[in-house]
């Protein structure tokens, strides 16, 4: 019995040292000043009354390559927390460490009902609302590549978790129970990302209990601690540039056994004239439609008339354009967005127009577009014409912007009165269009 007894207190007395111990050494976590993910075990530690700090001078890139941070995260992810009893990684995870930290605290509910609820939103909040703003917002970033489908199946995703929340606010001031618990800090956390980075005010609004939430949430005093002043983001970043740097010219290595040149040695003459022929650039290839026959229409001509008619745009421009146009040397095109269904949202809508153009600019020289944006509803109706050099769509176009695939593209038959107006109220930006208002129109020129 008595050494039963000496077991128990040993247990009890090694584990109140171990409590003691971390209380007494600061848990230290490893990741950037700005990491969202970080500040979910930050806000956590506020509220259990833990110590934990920032480590210092940290440098993304540098500090979690080094040996000594390899050895507790083998991936170099970050956060990773450093306790006394070893590392932690993965945010949720060290959320939940610190919240567990000390019993007397309400952050994982009074009950197993109450945990299993924090435990479900903890789950939805990474995998429908973490995960869909940040296939949203990082490729926007150039941290991957940036694919219009891939966009809008994010945007869907997100409002599809949203509307759930917004649902399950409309009668709950916090997602379990009635007070703060490691459910809010890690959701709000992710909604934090999105707030400050690209959910502008015309996207949250569909969501007000959302909204309400969320600036409730992040003007508690154990967030406001952590986060600061918080503040929505008044635009979505734009697509990066489609654009590849130029490479630098890489110099002619010299042959190993190469003679040395001696000076004043006539003979080496030639052999200097022939390096410097042989490491002169070559003439830059012609693109295919520069060696078209010359066409009586002159693209520059049309676009000047088109910007510079004020009024009478019909009797002007339109009968301007078809004085002009040769349909052997140019071809007009309809092009259709394939997936309707998933202009949704305004604003994306038209910045998904406008990057199109911005990826069009290596035509320039060569082609004449309108976009249209059609609809005073969702979902909104993508619509173009385009007049291009040649007799078809060229295929430099084709092959380098690859927002080309996402369109039906149909080559206008000008022998078809019908098409041919159909032509006339696109360049003219006609309302409505189709039996429809425009949203927006855009030119490229």
């Known amino acids: 019995m008595i050494v039963v007894y000496r077991e128990f207190w040993r247990a009890y007395n090694e584990k109140i040292h171990r409590l ?12 950037g000043k700005t990491n969202k993910n970080a500040y979910k075990a930050l806000i956590a530690a506020e509220y259990v009354g833990v110590q934990v700090e920032l480590a210092p001078n940290f440098e993304m890139g540098v500090s979690n390559k080094t040996p000594e941070f390899l050895k507790m995260n083998p991936i170099g992810k970050v956060p ?8 932690v990684f993965e945010s949720n995870a060290i959320a939940r460490y610190v919240a567990r930290l000390k019993g007397d605290n ?46 809008e199946a994010a945007i869907s995703g997100l409002k599809r978790a949203l509307g759930a929340l917004n649902t399950h606010l409309t009668c709950n001031t916090y997602l379990v129970g009635h007070s703060v618990t490691l459910a809010d800090i890690i959701t709000t956390c992710n909604l934090y990302l999105g707030f400050s980075n690209i959910l502008v005010k015309s996207f949250t609004s569909e969501f007000p209990h959302v909204e309400r939430y969320f600036w409730t949430m992040v003007n508690q005093p154990n967030f406001r ?76 001509e049309w676009k000047r008339l088109y910007s510079n008619t004020k009024t009478n745009f019909r009797e002007v421009a339109i009968k301007g354009f078809w004085d002009m146009y040769d349909p052997e040397g140019y071809s007009l095109w309809f092009c259709d967005y394939k997936y309707q269904d998933e202009n949704t949202v305004t604003f994306v809508t038209m910045n998904k127009v406008g990057g199109f153009l911005q990826r069009m600019d290596l035509a320039r020289k060569y082609a004449f577009g309108k976009m249209l944006v059609i609809g005073s509803q969702p979902p909104f109706k993508v619509k173009g014409l385009w007049l291009f050099r040649g007799p078809e769509i060229p295929k430099f176009v084709l092959d380098e912007c690859y927002d080309m695939e996402l369109y039906e593209w149909t080559k206008v038959d000008i022998s078809d009165e019908n098409q041919k107006e159909r032509v006339n109220q696109m360049i003219e930006d006609a309302e409505p269009f189709e039996g429809e208002p425009l949203l927006d129109a855009k030119c490229f020129k």
């Open 20 to 31: 003691h111990r971390s209380e007494a050494m600061a848990l230290i976590l490893h990741a």
């Open 106 to 151: 309400s952050l994982y509910g009074s009950s197993p009902i109450d945990y299993g609820h924090i435990e479900q939103w903890i789950d939805f909040s990474s995998m429908e609302i973490d995960a869909n703003i940040s296939r949203w917002f990082f490729p926007r970033l150039g941290f991957l590549p940036y694919l219009p489908p891939v966009e």
């Open 225 to 300: 601690k952590i986060l600061g002043e918080v503040k929505q983001t008044e635009a979505v970043p734009p697509v990066p540039s489609a654009k590849k740097p130029s490479q630098p010219k890489e110099s002619k290595p010299k042959a190993k056994n190469e003679p040395k040149k001696e000076a004043k040695k006539e003979p080496e003459k030639p052999k200097v004239e022939e390096e410097e022929e042989e490491e002169a650039p070559k003439p830059k290839a012609k693109n295919p439609l520069d060696l078209l026959p010359p066409s009586k229409m002159i693209l520059d």
């Open 80 to 87: 990773v927390l450093e306790t006394p009893e070893g590392p």
